[in-house]
């Protein structure tokens, strides 16, 4: 699976931004999606998760609420919507490929194979 990432920028507190995925190579309905993302000087964490058919989804306690993932599996393509961005939103967001081949949601970062190039967000204050 090849992924690309795009739609990041720079957006002020309060904006909104929609990341976007796209996958090719490999059925892209059979794995799992998340986005996770790495602030300067910090580890890379998880944010949202998504499963295959996209009716279950999972969110880092610091996003619930104010981001979203969605696919669109006949595009190819995994979404995270951003609202209500605050500062400490900033950092580069990678999308993600899981096969999902243990018990519940992907979210931690061994669990993806598969990894795009990372977009940038800064939300500035």
């Known amino acids: 699976v090849q992924l690309q990432a795009s739609g990041g920028g720079l957006v002020q507190t309060g904006g909104s931004l929609r990341l976007s995925c796209a996958a090719s190579g490999r059925i892209f309905s059979s794995y799992f999606m998340g986005w996770f993302r790495q602030a300067p000087g910090k580890e890379r964490e998880f944010v949202a998760t998504?499963?295959?058919?996209?009716?279950?989804?999972y969110y880092a306690d610091a996003v619930k609420g104010r981001l979203t993932i969605s696919r669109d599996n006949a595009k190819n393509t995994v979404y995270l919507q951003m609202n209500s961005l605050r500062p400490e939103d900033t950092a580069v967001y990678y999308c993600?490929?899981?096969?999902?081949?243990?018990?519940?949601?992907?979210?931690?970062?061994?669990?993806?194979?598969?990894w795009g190039q990372g977009t940038q967000v800064t939300v500035s204050s």
């Open positions: 993600a490929a899981a096969p999902g081949l243990g018990r519940g949601a992907p979210q931690r970062s061994y669990e993806y194979n598969y």
């Open positions: 998504i499963n295959r058919s996209g009716d279950s989804k």
